[in-house]
T-cell receptor, first 114, second 116 residues
Framework: DQQVKQNSPSLSVQEGRISILNCDYT??????FLWYKKYPAEGPTFLIS?????DKNEDGRFTVFLNKSAKHLSLHIVPSQPGDSAVYFC?????????????FGQGTTLQVKP | NAGVTQTPKFRVLKTGQSMTLLCAQD?????MYWYRQDPGMGLRLIHY???????AKGEVPDGYNVSRLKKQNFLLGLESAAPSQTSVYFC???????????????FGPGTRLTVL
């Protein structure tokens, strides 16, 4: 039972345009959501997060939107750069468990073309 | 600050062999985690620890054991390796398991394990 789903395995965009990566979740106990970025042969690195008390969090070119009623979050990258080409994982957590456990989606491979 | 390190980086085992993967962190983090990454599956939690001397099962614990004898180290053991355990293994650590960026999980570079 996949509690966090990224339904698009891959996305290709032109440099300078917007990249939109999507993520859906099913567990209503999740209250903290994160995006990680992963380059080949490296470990994932934290990109941006959002708490369920917010609907938007912005950090430079990266913005995460959360729609709790739809159990959907998205990551917007504007403008996209070739260095953004990587695999992006969304993850969700139930902070009330006090375990820090993250449930990850399958990942979306983003290719930004020059 | 080395962050999170993993040993070894690569390993090939035969079915039935055993091995231990070592994770070390120098950030004084309380919580540590072991994940495996398989194509199309994302990262799945194997075991985790919320402090020295404590461990707990994650989503896919079968066939693995762990130990956290020292705060900075988290060991993952495979007692009798199977081809289904061929994967990339990532260790991660965090201060605690809260909901702010200070509690973010930091990942090691991974160990690529092949079981023949």
């Amino acid at each position: 039972d996949q509690q966090v789903k990224q339904n698009s395995p891959s996305l290709s965009v032109q440099e300078g345009r917007i990249s939109i990566l999507n993520c859906d979740y099913t567990n209503s106990m999740f209250d903290y959501f994160l995006w990680y970025k992963k380059y080949p042969a490296e470990g994932p690195t934290f990109l941006i997060s959002i708490s369920s008390i917010k609907d938007k969090n912005e950090d430079g070119r990266f913005t995460v939107f959360l729609n709790k009623s739809a159990k959907h979050l998205s990551l917007h990258i504007v403008p996209s750069q070739p260095g953004d080409s990587a695999v992006y994982f969304c993850a969700a957590s139930n902070t009330g468990s006090n375990t820090g456990k993250l449930i990850f989606g399958q990942g979306t491979t983003l290719q930004v073309k020059p | 600050n080395a962050g999170v390190t993993q040993t070894p980086k690569f390993r090939v085992l035969k079915t039935g062999q055993s091995m231990t993967l070592l994770c070390a962190q120098d950030m004084n983090h309380e919580y540590m985690y072991w994940y495996r990454q398989d194509p199309g599956m994302g990262l799945r939690l194997i075991h985790y620890s919320v402090g020295e001397g404590t461990t707990a099962k994650g989503e896919v614990p079968d066939g693995y054991n762990v130990s956290r004898l020292k705060k900075q180290n988290f060991l993952l053991g495979l007692e009798s390796a199977a081809p289904s355990q061929t994967s990339v293994y990532f260790c991660a650590s965090s201060y605690v398991g809260g909901s702010n960026e200070a509690d973010t999980q930091y990942f090691g570079p991974g160990t690529r394990l092949t079981v023949l």
